[in-house]
């Protein structure tokens, strides 16, 4: 089956523009989740997805992200306006329901300039 | 914050068994341990889970103490390819819920 897909896999945009991130989980897979790496730091949880529905969004650090999930397939997380702080990578993780196992994709890597 | 404490880093002999150790003396009953590994410009990766009982799959084997408070990795003969950073993740028994990734160990496999 395929894997987790990200799109772009790297994104080079200027302070106060917006930037809007792609995730494909595996197909069937209810559970789809959101994490980040900031240079120097862990990474770091985002958001959780069950189906279309947000499930956990505690990790959100500000309002300036918005995630959507599409009728419970691929997700998008949206930044706006982007800021310095926001380059890191993004990587997004699915499950199917119950499963332990989580799915990451390649992420995506954001420079904001 | 991450409920584990892994060495910084660590060198494995090509061939060689690795092991990578983890503390996570708060576990509680109802937690199991993870690894996932994470190999340079990749997406983490899952390698293994247990509860209290040691476990093996094709990738690694997983020894749990009896107390529960710390675990071993052991990758049994490692090779260039398994050059990553390891992720020693302690997480409900709940498989619906995030990660929560500490620094983790960088293995160096040397040839």
Same mark, same amino acid.
């Given at each position: 089956?395929?894997?987790?897909?990200?799109?772009?896999?790297?994104?080079?945009?200027?302070?106060?523009?917006?930037?809007?991130?792609?995730?494909?989980?595996?197909?069937?897979?209810?559970?789809?989740?959101?994490? #980040?790496?900031?240079?120097?730091?862990?990474?770091?949880?985002?958001?959780?997805?069950?189906?279309?529905?947000?499930?956990?969004?505690?990790?959100?650090?500000?309002?300036?992200?918005?995630?959507? #999930?599409?009728?419970?397939?691929?997700?998008?997380?949206?930044?706006?306006? &982007?800021?310095?702080?926001?380059?890191?990578?993004?990587?997004? &993780?699915?499950?199917?329901?119950?499963?332990?196992?989580?799915?990451?994709?390649?992420?995506?890597?954001?420079?904001?300039? | 914050? /991450?409920?584990?404490?892994?060495?910084?880093?660590?060198?494995? /002999?090509?061939?060689?068994?690795?092991?990578?150790?983890?503390?996570?003396?708060?576990?509680?009953?109802?937690?199991?341990?993870?690894?996932?590994?994470?190999?340079?410009?990749?997406?983490?990766?899952?390698?293994?889970?247990?509860?209290?009982?040691?476990?093996?799959?094709?990738? /690694?084997?997983?020894?749990?103490?009896?107390?529960?408070?710390?675990?071993?990795?052991?990758?049994?003969? /490692?090779?260039?390819?398994?050059?990553?950073?390891?992720?020693?993740?302690?997480?409900?028994?709940?498989?619906?819920?995030?990660?929560?990734?500490?620094?983790?160990?960088?293995?160096?496999?040397?040839?």
């Amino acid at each position: 089956e395929a894997g987790v897909t990200q799109f772009p896999s790297h994104s080079v945009i200027e302070k106060g523009q917006t930037v809007t991130l792609r995730c494909d989980p595996i197909s069937g897979h209810d559970n789809l989740y959101w994490y #980040r790496r900031v240079m120097g730091k862990e990474i770091k949880f985002l958001l959780h997805f069950v189906k279309e529905s947000k499930q956990d969004e505690s990790g959100m650090p500000n309002n300036r992200f918005l995630a959507e #999930r599409t009728g419970g397939t691929y997700s998008t997380l949206k930044v706006q306006p &982007a800021e310095l702080e926001d380059s890191g990578v993004y990587f997004c &993780a699915s499950s199917r329901w119950g499963y332990n196992e989580q799915f990451f994709g390649p992420g995506t890597r954001l420079t904001v300039l | 914050d /991450a409920k584990t404490t892994q060495p910084p880093s660590m060198d494995c /002999a090509e061939g060689r068994a690795a092991n990578l150790p983890c503390n996570h003396s708060t576990i509680s009953g109802n937690e199991y341990v993870y690894w996932y590994r994470q190999i340079h410009s990749q997406g983490p990766q899952y390698i293994i889970h247990g509860l209290k009982n040691n476990e093996t799959n094709e990738m /690694a084997s997983l020894i749990i103490t009896e107390d529960r408070k710390s675990s071993t990795l052991i990758l049994p003969h /490692a090779t260039l390819r398994d050059t990553a950073v390891y992720y020693c993740i302690v997480r409900s028994m709940d498989g619906n819920t995030p990660l929560v990734f500490g620094k983790g160990t960088r293995l160096s496999v040397i040839a």
